[in-house]
């Protein structure tokens, strides 16, 4: 890398460093999202940094046309994209779904922040990845709430279950978020809240602020940016009792985006179930108009979950659904060393469904793809992604062949450089 190059990266990673730490420090003497909030929302509107990160995955690349165009872009500027989408966040280094995160995800310019919907006791819709996550996500097994836990941690080798339902709006805003790992093997509590993946880091865990949906809602137009809350699956007979039933359960989330002024062009609701999916559509179409219908993948059968047929395809486009987030390995695939959109995706264009995929850098490619898991199972022997910097061959083709919307990621900066460089 030239001097001149080395500089400026040196310079940019100051920058994001004292921005993010000076926001989140403003923040958290502000004791919640507003007052000096609205100050760092402010100045998050008035200029994206991307970080390092990205300069360093540009520079390992192999040389190709690819690599040149983007270290044509070194210099920015940078601006905030709705095809960044910030997955839990900025979840590769920050607590997913805490405030802390939802800030760096905006400041590195992701357009549109998810927060995953799930509910408490008394019926607080509250942002976790699973109703019951919190033994992973929280410092819940190390404080008093541990007793009120659908499963309690009871030591070396128990494996706790802690709900978000087990406990009331006041008890979760009590807790404190922190990366998503648990040690069962540790002799205690405090050791079984470790077990991050060495990829990723606790440097960023002294403060982890837990929100409800209509905070994080309040969080985003603060900070300049759009709305993408999943409703995530539940216990059945608790959302019976809490909300009366699953409809009631969705509705709940309209009335949040509707209650804090959400214009329906600025929110993508989503679910991984078709039937809230088709309950915005008919209930709420002003929000249904936009509601993403999110589904699995299994690589061992090359299939997503639930299957979709092209019958079932046309038939949910008939419904009126419009967008569908399958993630990115049911949208590539390998053929002769070279990613490639697979059938589905080829089919989900030609069909004109908008797609967003999930989720980018949420895997480990130091060893490529053949060691990366999940999100690379399109190339199993690493025939084409062999390193972390190749992650731009995988996003390039998803872009430009694939043509999705937006791309979930871990650590937004990754996505907003790319995107920022080709003018999406």
């Known amino acids: 890398m030239s001097r001149r190059i080395f500089s400026r990266l040196s310079v940019i990673t100051l920058m994001i460093g004292c921005t993010l730490v000076g926001a989140a420090s403003a923040n958290s003497e502000s004791g919640g999202v507003d007052g000096s909030a609205v100050r760092h929302g402010e100045a998050a509107r008035a200029g994206v940094q991307v970080g390092p990160r990205p300069f360093y995955l540009v520079d390992g690349m192999d040389d190709s046309r690819l690599k040149s165009k983007l270290q044509s872009c070194q210099g920015g500027p940078f601006k905030r994209t709705d095809f960044s989408i910030g997955h839990r966040g900025a979840a590769l280094q920050f607590p997913e779904h805490t405030r802390e995160s939802y800030q760096a995800a905006a400041k590195m310019g992701a357009g549109i922040v998810e ?46 279950q802690c709900c978000a339902s087990d406990i009331t709006l006041e008890e979760f805003k009590s807790l404190t978020g922190k990366m998503d790992a648990s040690n069962p093997k540790a ?53 019976a009792a809490v909300f009366g039933g699953q409809a009631q359960y969705a509705q709940r989330l309209i009335d949040e985006l509707r209650d804090a002024g959400v214009k329906p062009r600025d929110a993508w609701p989503q679910s991984f179930n078709l039937d809230d999916v088709l309950y915005w559509i008919e209930h709420a179409p002003a929000y249904g108009r936009q509601a993403v219908y999110l589904v699995d ?93 190749d992650m731009y061959l995988a996003l390039d083709v998803l872009a430009r062949q694939v043509g999705v919307r937006g791309i979930f990621s871990d650590w937004p900066g990754t996505v907003t450089y790319y995107a920022n460089c080709m003018g999406l």
Do not use: M
Not at 117 to 129: K, P
Not at 146 to 157: D, L, R
Not at 355 to 366: A, G, N, Y
């Open 115 to 160: 927060c995953d919907v799930t509910f408490t006791s008394d019926g607080a819709l509250v942002c976790r990845h699973a109703e019951c996550d919190l033994h992973t996500t929280t410092n819940i097994v190390a404080t008093p709430l541990n007793s009120k836990c659908s499963v309690p941690y009871a030591g070396p080798g128990s494996a706790p």
């Open 187 to 239: 002799p205690d509590a405090q050791g079984y809240l470790g077990g991050t993946a060495a990829w990723r880091t606790d440097l960023y865990t002294g403060r982890g602020t837990l929100l409800t949906l209509r905070e994080s809602v309040a969080l985003n137009q603060q900070l300049g940016v759009k709305h993408t809350p999943e409703l995530k699956g539940g216990d059945a007979g608790r959302i």
């Open 297 to 389: 993948y299994d690589p061992s059968t090359g299939t997503t979950v639930p299957p979709l047929p092209l019958s079932e395809l046309e038939r949910i486009k008939a419904l009126g659904v419009t967008t569908i987030a399958p993630p990115i390995p049911a949208l590539l695939t390998v053929d002769g060393g070279r990613v490639v959109p697979s059938e589905l995706a080829k089919t989900l264009k030609r069909l004109g469904f908008d797609i967003i995929t999930w989720s980018f850098e949420r895997s480990d490619l130091r060893r490529g793809a053949s060691k990366a898991g999940f999100y690379y199972a399109f190339d199993p022997t690493g025939a084409a992604i062999r390193k972390d910097s």
